[in-house]
């Protein structure tokens, strides 16, 4: 049997700090969506030239919310990351870029700094996966324990 390293300990702490710093940040803007439409759901989307507003508004609201909860809890983590990284992808490219080309590099990255944390946390969870500290490890551990009976 190996013996834990500190590093081994803390681990499963760190990527539950990042799953919730990371989930808290998609489901708050999302419900932001619904409690702001004009300001932050369709009429911010309509402003921006994403295409029916309307519907991708609260579509993109729904999906933040549903996903970032997920990620928060540790359930379907990676098939959460995944449209989030959409959505976080068509952020940047719908309002940082276009910063960057009007205004210049550093206007852009301070715009653009939670967008950008946001991608690489979710690049990051999807790379070390949720963690045992996640309803994904505790349920995989169930399963295992059943067949193993």
């Known amino acids: 049997m190996t013996a834990m390293t500190t590093t081994d300990k803390r681990a499963p702490w760190g990527l539950l700090l990042l799953r919730v710093l990371v989930g808290w940040v998609f489901l708050s803007e999302g419900i932001q969506k619904f409690l702001y439409p004009s300001a932050l759901g369709a009429g911010r989307f309509a402003r921006i030239g994403i295409p029916v507003p309307a519907f991708t ?61 946001m991608f690489v946390g979710l690049l990051a969870i999807l790379l070390l996966g949720a963690g045992s500290l996640s309803l994904d490890e505790h349920l995989s551990l169930g399963r295992r324990r059943s067949r193993n009976r």
């Open 57 to 117: 508004g609260p579509f993109v609201g729904a999906v933040e919310c549903v996903c970032g909860a997920l990620l928060i809890v540790g359930f379907f983590t990676a098939l959460a990351a995944v449209p989030l990284l959409i959505d976080i992808s068509v952020a940047i490219a719908t309002t940082k870029f276009p910063m960057l080309l009007k205004q210049g590099f550093w206007p852009a990255m301070h715009e653009g700094r939670t967008d950008f944390c």
